[in-house]
């Protein structure tokens, strides 16, 4: 079985496999837009949109990403304890200093994002530094400094940008089709079928990598924040008071939910089979009695 060093490295592969992954499917929406609408031009426009999609998503998506969470910038001199914290547990991990931001949410809640160690920034809330108790703070920022040693900061952030560029096509071509079909009494309905199955599924599987990749990644990341502090409790019971927290997190949404610590949606993918299948998180409870195992 492989180690947490292992994994971690074999998370580079699988990074670029699924940007690849989803880079094709962006392609190959363009593909059947262009058979149905019989003008290659539109495949040649998606060829293009994706390398573009992929070169943006890799230097600026943590930037987007950032601005998106009204994420505020701190400093030694603003925030001592966060800071000081962030840089014991670097020192231990042998990580740059990551770049640290604060959004005022009362939600707690943390995510890691940029696009390697170099490059990385930390985000909490405001409400995890209110809430949480120092060993507590210490786990989860050990769990995000964990995402950034394993290298999944690139994949979480990018994903937003890919994910998001399927889905827009797929809005987009749907729209289209409808509209000319309405317009030509003679095109073949099989076609358009099949093209609107096609434009459907993309996003639906775009979303299930997302949440696959998200899932085993957060074990990972867990096991290997546990193995800076030494302390498992810190993070679980900070894993139990952010489940146990009422409050919405109003930046929150599909696109970006991967990235938290732990689901930003309150007791929503208990509601029904379809949301937890799309769910970016394992469950809480599976979190911690893993980290009280270890």
Not at 25 to 40: H, K, Q, R, T, V
Not at 245 to 272: I, M, Y
């Amino acid at each position: 079985m492989a180690n947490l060093y292992q994994q971690a490295e074999s998370n580079t592969r699988r990074t670029w496999m699924l940007m690849i992954v989803l880079m094709c499917l962006i392609i190959g929406l363009g593909w059947l837009l262009s058979y149905m609408f019989e003008s290659w031009a539109i495949l040649i426009i998606a060829i293009i949109w994706s390398l573009g999609m992929n070169f943006f998503a890799y230097w600026y998506s943590d930037k987007m990403v950032l601005k998106m969470m009204r994420a505020k910038p701190v400093t030694l001199q603003s925030e001592p304890e966060l800071y000081r914290l962030a840089e014991n547990l670097s020192i231990a991990a042998g990580l740059p200093m990551p770049a640290l931001y604060v959004m005022e949410e009362s939600q707690p809640n943390a995510f890691a994002t940029g696009r390697d160690a170099k490059h990385a920034a930390v985000v909490v809330t405001r409400g995890l530094m209110n809430k949480l108790d120092k060993s507590e703070l210490e786990g989860v920022i050990a769990h995000e400094l964990a995402h950034i040693q394993n290298k999944d900061i690139l994949l979480g952030t990018v994903i937003i940008v890919l994910v998001g560029a399927i889905a827009v096509i797929s809005n987009m071509a749907m729209r289209m089709s409808f509209y000319r079909n309405n317009r030509n009494e003679n095109n073949n309905p099989i076609i358009l079928i099949i093209g609107l199955l096609g434009l459907i599924l993309a996003p639906l599987a775009a979303a299930l990598i997302k949440a696959a990749v998200s899932r085993k990644r957060e074990f990972l990341a867990d096991a290997s924040g546990v193995l800076l502090t030494r302390y498992p409790e810190g993070l679980a019971q900070a894993l139990a008071k952010i489940s146990d927290d009422p409050n919405s997190l109003d930046r929150a949404n599909t696109s970006n939910a991967h990235l938290f610590v732990a689901s930003p949606f309150r007791g929503k993918q208990r509601q029904s089979w379809m949301i937890g299948l799309f769910a970016t998180h394992p469950p809480i409870e599976e979190r911690i009695k893993r980290l009280m195992t270890k």
